[in-house]
């Protein structure tokens, strides 16, 4: 079931990014598609919030290496942004290994949908020209 789908909207224009958005996307899919699931599959949510944590290290982790390379000037507020977010993933699964599974389903989602609007949208959207600037496509 697709809860959110990609558009031009969310590009930052750079095809390594855009692509890794991609996933983050499918990934929100896939979490909500699990929190849903009638009885709430236990397997289904760990293996979601795992992989978000997995995604989240490897892409978090290429956007700062970007942002050191080319001296990106926001770099230490964007990192700080980031360093946020996994905080709050890792917080996601602490609350699973409680199983407040009903915790889940509220926050997850929402917690989700709006980095996607809040940090793409307007965060990651500032470094767009910068990059495009130094050569980054």
């Known amino acids: 079931m697709v809860w959110m789908e990609w558009t031009q909207e969310y590009s930052v224009n750079i095809a390594g990014i855009d692509d890794q958005h991609k996933k983050l996307i499918g990934i929100i899919n896939e979490v909500h598609e699990a929190l849903s699931i009638e009885g709430s ?9 795992n992989e978000l944590y997995d995604y989240t290290k490897y892409h978090f982790s290429a956007e ?20 946020n977010f996994i905080m709050k993933v890792v917080e996601f699964q602490d609350e699973f290994r409680k199983g407040r599974i009903l915790v889940l389903n509220v926050e997850l989602s929402q917690f989700l949908r709006d980095w996607l609007f809040n940090h793409i949208l307007t965060v990651d959207k500032l470094y767009s020209s910068f990059f495009n600037q130094q050569g980054v496509k």
């Open 41 to 49: 599959k236990k397997e289904a949510i760990n293996k979601v919030i």
């Open 64 to 83: 700062e290496e970007l942002m050191r390379k080319f001296s990106y000037p926001q770099y230490i507020n964007h990192k700080s942004a980031h360093d």
